[in-house]
């Protein structure tokens, strides 16, 4: 199993930017495709973003395509999730996750390790 540790969560105003962290550690990161997913009261744990393990492919859901950008350091065991514009409604904890990859689109059950969940909040 791989551990994982996000960082970078808080407080922002609506239109405003952060950058989400996951660090990894316990198994080669680089064999891993990577995914960041949130989870709003009462909903559902949602995909928001996936990167593949060479960082070549990626996939984002399309309420945020265009605003967030993921992307890997293989050398840092690192994840990240840059979000800009941010909106109400991407209010959330956010989590990375560990997988072995995904064929067509990617879904939860293609992830198996999971962080503990940073808090995002867009103030409007």
């Known amino acids: 199993q791989v551990q994982l540790v996000e960082s970078g969560g808080g407080l922002v105003q609506a239109g405003g930017s952060l950058r989400l962290s996951c660090a990894a550690s316990?198994?080669?990161?680089?064999?891993?495709?990577m995914g960041w997913f949130r989870q709003a009261p009462g909903k559902e744990r949602d995909l928001v973003a996936a990167?593949?393990?060479?960082?070549?492919?990626?996939y984002y859901t399309d309420s945020v395509k265009g605003r967030f950008t993921i992307s890997r350091d293989n050398d840092k065991n690192t994840v990240y999730l840059l979000m800009n514009s941010l909106k109400p409604e991407d209010t959330a904890v956010y989590f990375c996750?560990?997988?072995?990859?995904?064929?067509?689109?990617?879904?939860?059950?293609?992830?198996?390790?999971w962080g503990q969940g940073a808090q995002v909040t867009v103030s409007s």
């Open positions: 990167i593949s393990w060479s960082g070549y492919r990626t």
């Open positions: 316990g198994r080669t990161f680089s064999n891993y495709a």
């Open positions: 996750a560990a997988g072995a990859g995904w064929g067509g689109t990617p879904d939860k059950g293609d992830f198996h390790s």
